[in-house]
């Protein structure tokens, strides 16, 4: 396969984690006979030094071009410490989200077991938990109309869903489910909110363009606790934004190994893969980043277009420097890997196991 | 003290679980030297078969009249099984919170050392936990316009506030945490949120008022995995509807001992106290039922009053029962205490420490 990817390092540790995933992007191209083609461009703080844009003309341009966006990190303490800052880094990433009409959030939840013990939950609850979250991304509360009166005594946020914002993502997470374990739940607060009722409408009815998908609902109070009671029962979950925005990052912390997990932004055009860790300015450049978000950041890219094999030898040979313990030092205080080491390790670890 | 005392037995184990609350607040009285006269009315499923109403006038006017409403537990599996119902035992609920215009709901997330095993979370990160969430029950999103256009395709729902709902029930807040650790959490999304801006910026005025209580905030998505990343963080945790309605379920499940929970509803005239749990139909009349709920329940009354010494008694009463075991099959399968007994022990055990 061939593959215009666009990569994106940012600030902080960006570079230097995209360096890595790139890396292993290159061994599967090699083991397994692709051709991708890298481009590289600014976003962010250093874009803001460099072309007073967070993003770009020019990155945009090259996103819009490329089948993908490989995501480094963004963001500087220097914008952090001053909110009066109007240019800032974090609206180089929501304005590319929004000019490339990313408008589901995919998020996965799957445990290490080698890392089972960082959990805060207890390992029987916690052990074999693999779920994924599809989260809308470009509507709802966040998005709609917001009012204050002008005494500044009366605020308001508009929550609204259209049919259209809601089969998109929904066709998304049916055959995601397809591809796993035909469980999809569809997280809502349909006993109140005239939106979640048009949610738990247009998702039946899709549903049954999916016969084989079982399609069960959750109210979103529920689904905060069912998370912590028993992760195991998820296979794929959909919801809204805010709601996604919040199940998701509660969904983040339960396998304790929260510097490891990666994400995709998908729109119908274009894709964006990230992980959900930030900048890590204080660790820039002293070789101690962990890569392996970045990494299965890379995994995602590979999933996303349907190399399943290739993505799963990637996972693997992560696996395998999880196992032995080739790992950067915070996950290991005594290890004496660096971001690049561990990078390689994994790089050198893609194999076709067919 | 004189306290008029409204008892709302309901449905299912309602009736024998609030039995033994009185049974505590008569120990209460004899030992510390109040009176509280109590008057049982009927409410749910129950009200529904005798008034054809499930909150019927004279309940009403009675817990008007009354200081404070002690409530069982509300619901019958016969409505549950028929969504045609239009008459339902929860709106008698529902109505007596509106009524009474009760606007905060008060739940509190503390963990009972010979229950620790129960959690979720590891023992570590759970023990010592005692956190209080103030929800805003009347506003917000489940109580704002909700509209859907004539084609069905576009639905949406209003967020709204004013400074005055935020007003009230943030006096409250900041006056428990005075009572508690000086800590005060305003859970919102005002990086995105109007609503949540004003929420903040009311907040932070009446803040002043109260330069003993330290205020800090966080963004809901962020406390959904604080809470399980490091509860004991908390003393008050402040927040609007929704948001509250997400965290304090998820916050009834970390301590392990969801059936054990107690929840307050206030208003500026009127409180209303009750277990969290259901009406648990099946245990109906086996005397298996769990009383700690609603005893607890029965304690945060006392406290509504400024009886704090009375409210100690009645937990310090309570967690005798537990570390000696006195308790119902659902906390020990080989117990053989009945739910009388349990409410008889705990009662038995209220004494002035003095
Ligand atoms: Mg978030
Ligand atoms: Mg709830």
Chains 1, 2 share one sequence.
Request: glycine share 6%.
């Amino acid at each position: 396969m061939n593959l215009k990817i666009a990569l994106l390092p940012g600030d902080g540790i960006g570079p230097e984690v995209l360096e890595q995933a790139v890396k292993c992007l290159q061994a599967v191209e090699e083991t397994f006979n692709h051709n991708f083609t890298y481009k590289e461009a600014l976003v962010g703080a250093i874009a803001i030094e460099k072309k007073r844009n967070p993003l770009p003309n020019t990155t945009l341009e090259l996103c819009k071009e490329a089948d993908a966006v490989l995501f480094g990190a963004i963001g500087d303490p220097k914008y952090d410490n001053d909110p009066e800052a109007k240019i800032r880094p974090e609206q180089g990433l929501l304005r590319l989200r929004k000019e490339l009409e990313l408008f589901a959030n995919i998020r996965p939840v799957k445990i290490f077991p080698s890392l089972i013990h960082n959990s805060p939950l207890k390992k029987d609850i916690i052990s074999k938990t693999d779920f994924i979250i599809y989260r809308e991304l470009t509507g709802g509360i966040y998005f709609g109309e917001k009012k204050i009166n002008a005494e500044g005594t009366v605020a308001s946020d508009l929550c609204e869903y259209s049919e259209k914002e809601i089969s998109r993502i929904a066709h998304l997470a049916f055959k995601a489910a397809k591809n796993r374990r035909n469980k999809l739940t569809l997280v809502d607060k349909a006993n109140v909110l005239e939106s979640s009722r048009l949610w738990r409408k247009v998702v039946t009815k899709i549903g049954e363009s999916y016969p084989e998908v079982v399609l069960d609902f959750l109210f979103v109070d529920n689904a905060a606790m069912q998370i912590i009671l028993n992760p195991r029962q998820f296979d794929v979950i959909l919801t809204e934004n805010m709601f996604g925005d919040i199940i998701s990052d509660e969904g983040s912390v339960i396998g304790g190994s929260i510097g490891l997990l990666a994400s995709a932004s998908v729109g119908d055009e274009n894709a964006l893969f990230e992980p959900i860790h930030g900048s890590y300015p204080q660790a820039k450049g002293k070789d101690i980043a962990n890569p392996i978000a970045s990494i299965l950041s890379a995994a995602m890219l590979l999933e996303h277009f349907g190399l399943f094999e290739e993505a799963m030898a990637v996972r693997e040979a992560v696996d395998k420097s999880l196992e032995k313990s080739v790992v950067t030092p915070d996950l290991n205080a005594k290890s004496q890997y660096g971001t690049g080491q561990v990078g390689d390790f994994i790089a050198h670890n893609i194999v076709d196991s067919e």
